[in-house]
């Protein structure tokens, strides 16, 4: 059954080498952290700014933080976006009691200029030819340096941390948890990346396609390819994962299929929960389910965790 699926790792030999070299180039950059008050009638006690700073490779990328004015020690909610998406002010979580950094990744949004040559074959094949030239690499280092960012910012206002993320941000919020140990609690629904020696083979669009289409086009390159991609496997990280863990999946995905998420939750070597909803990445109406995920995260930031957390699944 789906829920039973465990696949063995496909960890390189130096994928905990070439993680910590990544983390340490990162941390020697210096972020040159700029930031913008952008005036807003949206919510008198939450102020809005577009902070920019510098990540791995030397370029700037920008997100949107809401802060509460009242200077109190909050939780601290760091959050990006879909894949070919971009970020919006999270003023529905801020008015929850938070704050929040909303970080548009290279290549997407206001952070677009950071990444002028994406690859022809789509975003995530930007580098394909190395683990250290992938974008995905880059991504991710955009993800932890934003956490770093905004904790910078908000100092001792930092009342406990949650890396969030759906779809391509799900992706890398739970491989930046893994590399830095950055976040308390860790959220994330169908996150991207999992399984890459499966994946393609059942996804029908997003990057999942775009590595199909292009394996198909270059079958000579398939092998290089997929070592590359084992760097970047979120079943390769699961187990790395550190803090307390919210998953998500839908029972119907043809973007990231029910498998690849379970693959990654057979991994997880820290208490978690597992949210099912009936489906993901559509236009349905049962996508409206999928507010009951963010108010399970909230709710935990909120009231701190349940003494049975990770005890049980929940089903939608």
Partial sequence: MRRQFKPVPTRPDD???????????LHAIDPVIERRA???????????DIVSFVSLGQVRVAGYLL????????????TSHGYGMQCRPRWDWARRGVNVLAVDIRGFGISRAALPDPSRWGYVLTGIESPETSVIRLAVCDYMQAARVARTLLADRVQTCVFEGVSFAGGLALMAQAVSGDSDLLAVGVPTFGWAEGRNLFVKSGSGAEISRYLAR???????????????????????????????????????????????????????????????????????????????????????????????CRTS
Avoid at 38 to 48: G, K, Q
């Fill in 15 to 25: 994928f905990d080498e070439f993680w910590s070299s990544t983390r340490q180039q």
């Fill in 38 to 48: 952008v005036e807003t009638a949206e919510d008198p006690a939450i102020d809005l």
């Fill in 67 to 78: 802060t509460w004015r009242d200077h109190e020690p909050r939780p601290l909610v760091i």
């Fill in 218 to 312: 270059r079958p000579d390159d398939a092998e290089d390819t997929m070592v590359v991609l084992r760097y970047f496997d979120a079943v390769n990280f699961a187990d790395r994962v550190s803090c307390p863990t919210i998953l998500a999946l839908g029972l119907e995905d043809d973007v990231v299929p029910a498998k690849t998420v379970y693959g990654i939750a057979n991994h997880l070597a820290v208490p978690y929960e597992l949210l099912e909803f009936p489906v993901s990445h559509s236009d349905g109406p049962e996508e409206a389910q999928w507010s009951l995920f963010e108010n399970c995260w909230l709710n935990f930031l909120q009231r701190g965790l349940p003494g049975d957390f990770g005890a049980h």
